[in-house]
């Protein structure tokens, strides 16, 4: 008879392990199967994509005929621009003091894209210039000239 009982026994601890690994099981399967809540999203606002290139491109290159000259002797700077409409207005710009000053020399843009500036200097020295647009939003690279 106590073989039995054990018999009854180790069964019914049997059973009782299996439903507590039964439930243990399904709970962890139903955990795991529970979706994470969607993240907020505000509706009706157009999503913007970066963009490498600005929208309105344009550039500048300068060249002077001379890297060296005497007071009082002109140099002309030629150079191409792209992105900028023709007959838009160029002004020849140097640095002074750390800041890029406008000077009283202008040129018109051709309709080949191209534009030649002369200014003549006076002052003894070494002169960084650039050629921008007249509302600033586009300029070469400087470029040094010598004037002695």
Same mark, same amino acid.
């Given at each position: 008879?106590?073989?039995? %009982?054990?018999?009854?026994?180790? /069964? ?7 439903? *507590? ?6 709970? =962890? /399967? *139903? ?12 509706? =009706? &606002? ?10 309105? &491109? ?7 005929? !001379? ?5 009082? @002797?002109?140099?002309? +700077?030629?150079?191409?621009? $792209?992105?900028?409409? /023709? =007959? ?5 710009? !140097?640095? !002074? ?13 051709? $309709? @080949?894209?191209?534009? #030649?500036?002369? %200014? #003549?200097?006076?002052?003894?020295? #070494?002169?960084?210039?650039?050629? *921008? #647009? $007249?509302? =600033?939003? +586009? !300029? ?9």
């Amino acid at each position: 008879m106590s073989s039995t %009982r054990s018999r009854r026994a180790g /069964a019914l601890a049997a059973g009782a392990l299996s439903a *507590a690994m039964l439930s243990t099981g399904t709970a =962890g /399967a *139903a955990a795991a199967t529970v979706t994470p809540p969607p993240k907020p999203s505000i509706t =009706g &606002m157009p999503t913007v994509k970066p963009s490498r290139t600005p929208t309105a &491109m344009g550039s500048i290159t300068v060249s002077a005929d !001379h890297k060296a000259v005497k007071a009082g @002797n002109a140099v002309v +700077f030629t150079g191409r621009v $792209k992105g900028i409409k /023709a =007959g838009s207005t160029l002004v020849l710009q !140097h640095l !002074h003091n750390g800041k890029w000053t406008t000077l009283k020399t202008t040129a018109a843009v051709n $309709k @080949n894209g191209t534009y #030649t500036i002369k %200014r #003549t200097f006076t002052k003894k020295g #070494t002169e960084q210039v650039r050629v *921008a #647009t $007249k509302s =600033g939003t +586009f !300029h070469s690279s400087p470029v040094t000239v010598q004037v002695s």
